[in-house]
């Protein structure tokens, strides 16, 4: 099968009443959701458009899966793009990637202002009950091949402009069927999906839902800081397979949760996108002895994830986890500043070849071809492969560890953040003459530094309006003048352990 | 009480919440904050905040969070 539409329709025809997606709210069927997702789909083929983008501006809901897939159903591929991001944002995300179309809710189609101007808009409910084309529909699935776009997703970029990682149907493909056979998925699993439709992560829950017949509960954000009532959910949709952020496992730790409510039908604990420290998940552990847990390891770039471990021994507090070893049909490659192989426990860095490597990224042929290159290791035949700017090395068990990003860009609750986007967004608020961005890891802080005639709190809003929540500083601190290194750079090192030196001031 | 308003300006900074009444619902806190919040507080006034506490009612204006820690200080 070439296409994502098709193993949704096969999942279809053998669960036709069983549930797919369900949040707090709503659920659909199999049957439900193929014929919304038809109708979404022959709905947009009036505009005779064909691979480009359609932006999908609705909240984490079953409905919200009906127009993802209604878009693969019209050939194109879609951007999810959140309710609550700043305009700025999907203003950036619009210009890089041009789409045709946007599908919203009624009530937050007036949210996006001049941004639909030129573009059709389809209010999801009624798109949803258009009269399905059915010989229209199979002549886009004729034409289409599976290395045609099926999603773009955007992580922050570093000039400013965010990225948009391309993937296709083949990708998705490829990359769930390791997710499947690697933890046994299929139509008794129940799925508490905790992360976003524009996150990667989300790819593995919702794409292996779709093609084996499991249902996934969309958990509402809000349940994390209250968490009761999260386990409460979980335990009325005998939810039995999470894959979360380890930001979102610890909150469950920190609070000793299982004390007073324990989800009751849990067997997988997957987890990806930032490290997940050991201390927690020796909480779970010994609340949970007999779960499967397994660290899962990979960029937007390789669909979601290239190496995993599953935890297989104790750890303790300080220890890293390690990222473990290729998925199956994906191959990694550590290799060092002269693009030769690293020697077993030769930190260096982590490139990834096969089918889960994406297409690239969107109406952007540089940073394309400064990650997406011919395999350093052979030059006999063309071979693209990803250079994901991890450094990583082997242990002695032969198994990968993660050792930190190369450059700037840091993971903080699983989103990627490119300091310097931040650094963009506070350049841009009048007032601001210079500005460094520092992570500090120890406090899990973004520090904003900066100098000029503005107050601390008007430069905060005028990055608020410009970036998401979750890139926000924690701290803004007003300095005299930057300090700069021999190259004449800002001073980052120093002002990251410096830092509170200026705090006390 | 100003020790409460100095964690809370710590977790959101820019937000006058000796005025707001609506935190949970005007999503000035969300899922994270609160999570940071109840983590500090628990340091800070070295009370035990329980996953039992940790209801929207108890988290809507500076005040009501001030009567949850003074509850768990009893």
């Known amino acids: ?505 | 009480m100003e020790e409460l308003l100095k964690i809370l300006n710590e977790v959101k900074p820019g937000v006058d919440f000796t005025k707001e009444k609506d935190l949970i619902g005007s999503g000035i806190l969300d899922s994270l904050s609160i999570i940071q919040l109840v983590t500090k507080i628990s340091d800070e006034f070295d009370v035990e905040i329980t996953p039992l506490d940790l209801v929207p009612e108890n988290f809507e204006s500076a005040e009501t969070i001030y009567e949850m820690i003074q509850n768990a200080e009893d």
């Open chain 1, 1 to 505: 099968m070439k296409s994502i539409t098709e193993f949704l329709e096969q999942t279809a025809n053998t669960f036709p009443d069983k549930t797919a997606f369900r949040d707090d709210q709503t659920a659909l069927t199999y049957r439900e959701l193929v014929q919304r997702a038809k109708s979404i789909g022959s709905a947009l083929l009036s505009s005779q458009k064909r691979k480009t983008a359609v932006a999908i501006y609705l909240n984490k809901t079953p409905m919200c899966a009906a127009a993802m897939m209604g878009v693969a159903y019209s050939g194109n591929f879609y951007v999810v793009v959140d309710p609550k991001m700043p305009l700025e944002r999907i203003r950036n995300i619009f210009s890089v990637v041009q789409p045709f179309a946007v599908i919203a809710e009624e009530q937050l189609l007036p949210q996006l202002g001049e941004l639909t101007d030129g573009l059709e808009t389809f209010v999801c409910e009624q798109a949803a009950r258009t009269e399905i084309d059915d010989a229209g529909l199979l002549a886009v699935h004729h034409a289409m091949t599976d290395t045609d776009p099926l999603y773009c997703l955007f992580t922050s970029g570093s000039t400013g402009v965010p990225k948009g990682t391309v993937v296709s149907h083949r990708n998705v493909i490829s990359y769930t069927d390791w997710v499947i056979s690697t933890f046994s998925i299929d139509d008794k699993t129940v799925f508490g999906s905790q992360t976003p439709f524009y996150f990667s992560m989300s790819v593995t829950d919702f794409f292996s839902t779709i093609r084996t017949g499991a249902e996934m509960v969309i958990l509402p954000k809000s349940y994390f800081s209250f968490p009761i009532r999260l386990i409460e959910m979980m335990n009325r949709y005998q939810v039995n397979t999470i894959y979360w952020v380890p930001s979102a496992l610890c909150i469950v730790a920190n609070l000793r949760l299982f004390k007073y409510a324990r989800p009751e039908y849990l067997q997988k604990v997957l987890f990806a996108g930032e490290v997940m420290p050991v201390r927690q998940l020796n909480y779970w552990r010994e609340a949970f002895p007999d779960l499967l847990y397994a660290n899962l390891f990979g960029p937007t770039e390789t669909t979601d994830i290239c190496t995993y471990y599953v935890v297989n021994r104790t750890f303790t507090d300080g220890e890293s986890l390690p990222i473990g070893n290729a998925c199956d049909n994906c191959d990694v490659l550590v290799v060092d500043e002269d693009g030769k192989e690293c020697a077993p426990g030769e930190e260096g860095e982590l490139y990834v070849r096969g089918s889960f490597v994406a297409m690239g990224y969107y109406r952007n042929p540089e940073k394309t071809a400064e990650v997406f290159v011919q395999n350093p290791l052979q030059s006999a035949y063309p071979e693209t492969v990803y250079r994901t700017g991890d450094i990583v090395r082997y242990n002695e068990a032969g198994e990968l560890i993660y050792c930190g990003r190369k450059d700037f860009q840091i993971k903080r609750m699983g989103y990627r953040i490119e300091l310097g986007e931040i650094e963009n967004g506070a350049a841009a608020v009048e007032g601001v003459l210079m500005n460094a961005c520092i992570y500090d890891p120890a406090n899990d802080k973004i520090v904003m530094i900066y100098e000029g005639k503005a107050a601390p709190d008007e430069v905060l809003s005028g990055v608020k309006k410009r970036v998401p929540d979750y890139m926000v500083p924690n701290q803004v601190l007003k300095i005299g003048s930057m300090p700069y290194n021999g190259n004449g750079k800002i001073d980052r090192v120093w002002l990251k352990t410096h830092y509170t030196e200026l705090e006390a001031k």
